[in-house]
């Protein structure tokens, strides 16, 4: 939540957890509320205030617990030198550890209580659909403007760019993805401890103790177990609003030290190859994916299985299945079209036909088609898919894709979902099938892990249409295939497709 831009706003409290009207909240990487909940309180006066630059409006108050801290950084930006890290942890361990600032963020929290010591720094998203400065920088500049300073003095790679510093304090993050971040992410960890790496689902467990360690903000990642005095945690990521800044906000962003913040309300050339904004009109897909899918039909012949999709962010989404019937070859081929704003996952489950004479080919025949809404409900039907998975016969092929998403943006599909897929044959790299990211597979029971080939798009807003093109064999009771994959850029073919559906 924003905290309201007018002084008819300040009187409306919308949720309950706030106990008083003077408790400020503020919006954080993930998603979630930065309430600076302990004594003194801080005057409502506060929320009567646009949150706007500080050049622009007089300075919030400033709590006593936080003031400390940035009168240690405004003696620190007097000086010199570079900042390192015993700076920076020296200023912090300054707020005493029963007045550390909380956040609500139930999807990192490790407990039921959904609170966290932390705050947010640089920028955070309103609700008028752009980011203003975040509580906390503006209630400490010099604060900030030192964090910044640190980070450009001992950050390896020059070139990144970010929005807004997470920073957390002496709890484990479980596991979760960020539902703010447009994905590039760097890490480090500060504080008297032991353990504290980080997990990811792509790239392993990353020790940031003391060193900066990029990751994808959008992969499943968690803090592991760790002992100690206290653990600093730093986080560097870009919110997806970055670019929808009033010049104010852009102007103190920038005064502030952050390197990721614009008014262009459009992606630059650095950060579009995390994302497609492009909005796709669903006509113009329509008439698209239509006439392709007749210039380019699926395979046929002996043993072939095709597959294609797309997520929501392409036209609500698309996707189809086909596989072989007729023993004579040929373009004997049956199409399973899902319905498109369909969640979860969408599954045929087909027998395979062997030749029975050298002039007939490998066929398949089909005993069932699924969906299962794991974005719907992810507990009841994340088992219902692996009970599925289970009590498949051996040899029994598989067929899956999307045509809208997988899951849910804030409940990530866990590990049995992907143990699943492997009983299938997919191979351990498949760890995360993201919000509204494509996805397609194709495998048996009882394939060994990387028998099964799987496509997916993780840049977020994808608009790639996927395919896989596959041939399966039989010898001897045993499964093999061999296969293809291919893709498409929507944005690069769709303004052809406009323009033929206009002059028709």
Not at 211 to 226: I, Q, R, V
Not at 272 to 290: I, K, M
Not at 434 to 445: N, Q, V
Request: charged content about 25%.
């Amino acid at each position: 939540l924003a905290r309201p831009s007018t002084k008819r706003a300040c009187l409306q409290v919308p949720i309950a957890v706030l106990v008083q009207r003077a408790l400020p909240f503020d919006p954080s990487a993930a998603a979630c509320c930065l309430a600076l909940r302990r004594k003194p309180p801080v005057s409502s006066k506060l929320h009567s205030r646009h949150p706007l630059s500080q050049s622009k409006m007089a300075k919030p108050k400033t709590p006593e617990h936080l003031q400390r801290c940035e009168d240690a950084a405004a003696k620190l930006l007097q000086g010199k030198k570079k900042i390192s890290h015993a700076d920076v942890l020296r200023t912090f361990r300054l707020i005493k550890a029963a007045d550390w600032p909380t956040q609500v963020r139930p999807n990192v929290a490790p407990t039921a209580n959904p609170e966290v010591t932390g705050l947010v720094l640089g920028l955070s998203p309103n609700r008028q659909g752009g980011c203003s400065i975040a509580q906390a920088s503006q209630q400490c500049p010099s604060l900030t403007q030192v964090v910044t300073r640190w980070i450009r003095d001992t950050l390896p790679d020059a070139a990144f760019r970010y929005g807004s510093i997470q920073v957390n304090y002496n709890y484990r993050a479980r596991k979760h993805i960020d539902s703010n971040n447009l994905g590039p992410s760097y890490i480090v960890a500060l504080g008297s401890f032991e353990g504290g790496q980080l997990w990811t689902g792509d790239r392993g467990i990353l020790d940031c103790r003391e060193k900066w360690c990029l990751f994808d903000g959008n992969t499943e990642h968690a803090t592991e177990p760790y002992s100690g005095k206290d653990r600093f945690s730093f986080i560097l990521f870009t919110p997806d609003r970055y670019n929808k800044l009033t010049k104010s906000i852009c102007e103190e962003a920038k005064r502030l030290g952050v390197t990721a913040c614009s008014t262009a309300g459009v992606d630059d050339k650095y950060f579009s190859q995390y994302r497609d904004l492009a909005a796709v009109d669903e006509d113009d897909h329509v008439a698209f994916t239509e006439r392709h899918h007749e210039n380019n039909p699926p395979s046929f012949g002996s043993g072939a299985l095709s597959v294609e999709t797309n997520g929501y962010a392409a036209g609500r989404g698309w996707g189809w299945i086909a596989w072989q019937t007729g023993k004579g070859g040929g373009d004997k081929v049956h199409t399973e079209h899902f319905r498109k704003n369909a969640t979860g996952i969408h599954v045929v489950e087909l027998d395979v036909v062997p030749p029975s004479t050298p002039k007939q080919v490998l066929t398949f025949s089909v005993r069932e088609v699924h969906r299962f809404n794991l974005y719907q409900d992810t507990e009841a039907e994340t088992k219902r898919f692996a009970k599925w998975v289970d009590r498949l016969p051996k040899n029994t092929v598989v067929g899956c894709c999307i045509t809208d998403t997988a899951m849910a943006k804030t409940r990530p599909l866990n590990s049995t979902v992907y143990e699943s897929f492997r009983k299938l044959g997919a191979s351990d790299s498949l760890t995360l099938i993201g919000y509204r990211e494509p996805f397609c597979f194709l495998g048996w029971k009882g394939a060994a892990k990387g028998k099964g080939v799987y496509a997916l798009d993780a840049k977020k807003q994808s608009k790639q249409l996927l395919r896989l093109d596959a041939v399966v064999t039989y010898d001897k009771g045993e499964l093999a295939m061999t296969w293809k994959s291919s893709q498409v850029k929507l944005l690069e073919q769709l303004p052809a497709a406009k323009k033929r559906r206009t002059e028709e």
